[in-house]
């Protein structure tokens, strides 16, 4: 039995489609549901679940007090000495830690914070990787009402000072240097570059990662030193704060501007992580799960989660590919990983060179998200696993922290298509009127508040800037910016971010059908397109740009030949003015495609105004773009 069927049973639902109506049509019902079912401990219970309702601004669980930390430390289910997380790294050997050993830690790392002067709203900030030390960090700032931030230290200083300055951190986490596959790399000046760029920092603190020393800095032993001789396990201790206090700030890939700093709320992600992971990835206590991800995306913050179930966390830290695709599905057969999640475009690069993932009979759920997954895609997993493990693919975004489309084990795998709206995610289409529409594309909108939603912006203190991204386009409906066509059965297909989304003649056409196409040729690698509007109000330019595989060259057969299958797959008007051969398609670090950046270039801005370098997974992938402006 799964954890969603106990769950339903007990809510008295015996369908996923009955159940997700109840989870969206009674918010008060639902919610309190996830609370009591999963047993969130309330130090100062609330007086409502739902106080005020409107969006922007729905208030949850008002009067409550908890602690995010204290959840994730309880270990449901699990034994003291059962492994709570297992380190993978290039830098240093593959390590573990008990349940026992992470409590342990982490009230050691809270008072060595308190000792610098930590309290409840300073910000404590890690420019690290997805090592142990960082997790614990994270969860003996939040176990004092801390407020988190983190970036990969693959990121250059100047990017992660445009990220950390806007919140004004207080203590900086970092390491040396690291090893990236078989390079060792120095950040030591990153580093400096950031003590002079942040001017609120008060201290450093320096885990031993890497090589070399960082001067004037605490060392991570002495900030788990307890000043005498330690014989014992140290219990930890939670301050409870309010349920919308703030627990980390999440920061947008700043490929369209400067990175918003998203505040996200303590009750807000326990609930939805909750829910999430047990509901969806059905994730509990004894399970194993293993997501790569940098400290930079949300899936970190994810990952970090599954504590909350009970379950043992693997981190990998290094480069994913190296010494071959195959590293990663080594780890999830060392671990017996039951949950993984991997990138579309990793999936895809195991496709198209045949490494095989193998047995691994402790699989139960592999994920994917992070971009589309093409049709192609979902029949790889079911050739190499068949029935036996669930591809749940999701889309959801930093700004909720969560999936908002995603699967379950009670929904069917449609291929090429993503199940449907995730419990207690009032998902829809919207056409320009602001009405719902089925079996066409429109916005993808929420249109009942989630715990989840953002607390605000940093540094936003009237709402203005929130209110502007989420909210401009139809008032109270959150409009999430993804293009998104909804079936009668209510699986759906995401069609590429609405602000990318190409207008031929009137006609909207989604980015993604472009994609799935053109990408099935063996000649084309990766492929990016982009329509350039015509101001006199005609059809304007329709841009197709691929990466061809080795050896390949662009001829006029090739040009005719993707041609004619955009022809006969979608339609005439899919066919573009122009193709032409690029050496790499701009992909941020998460593997989603940058077309308004690109686009801007075609339109004469330079690479260096349009997206910071440290975004990009390939630095130079955007500079063959000025070859191609008007």
Sequence with gaps: MTIID??????????????????????????SSVAEFFDVRFTTPPTAVLGRREMPGAEWFPGATLNYAEHALRGTGVAADDIAVVAYSQTRPTSELTWAQLRDQVARARDGLVRLGVGRGDRVVAYAPNIPETLVAFLAAASLGAVWASCAPEFGARSVVDRFAQIEPAVLLTVPGYTYGAKP????????ALRAGLPTLRHVVAIGHGDGAIPDAVTWDDLLATGSAHTGATAPVFDPVPFDHPLYVLFSSGTTGRPKAIVHGHGGILLEHLKNHALSWDLGPGDRILWFSTTAWMMWNALVSGLLAGASVVLIDGNPLHPDLGWQWRIAAETRATIMGASPGFLMACREQDVAPGELPALRQLGAAGSPLPPEGFRWVAEQFGERVLLNVGSGGTDVCTGIVQGSPWQPVVVGEISGPALGVAAEAFDPDGKPVVGELGELVITAPMPSMPVGFWGDPDGTRYRDTYFDVYPGVWRHGDWVRFSESGSCVIAGRSDATLNRGGVRLGTAEFYAVVEELPEVADSLVVHLEDPAGGNGELLLFVQLTGGVVLDDALRERIGGELRSALSPRHVPDRIEAVPAVPRNRTGKKLELPAKKILLGAAPDDVASRDVLADATSLDAFVGFAR
């Excluded at 159940?19 to 019902?29: A, C, F, N, P, Q």
């Excluded at 790399?185 to 400096?192: F, G, I, K, S």
């Design 185 to 192: 790399v120095d950040r030591r000046a990153e580093v400096a």
């Design 6 to 31: 106990r769950f339903a049973e007990r809510a008295g639902y015996a369908d996923y489609a009955s159940l997700h109506r109840w989870s969206v049509t009674d918010l008060d019902g639902f919610w």
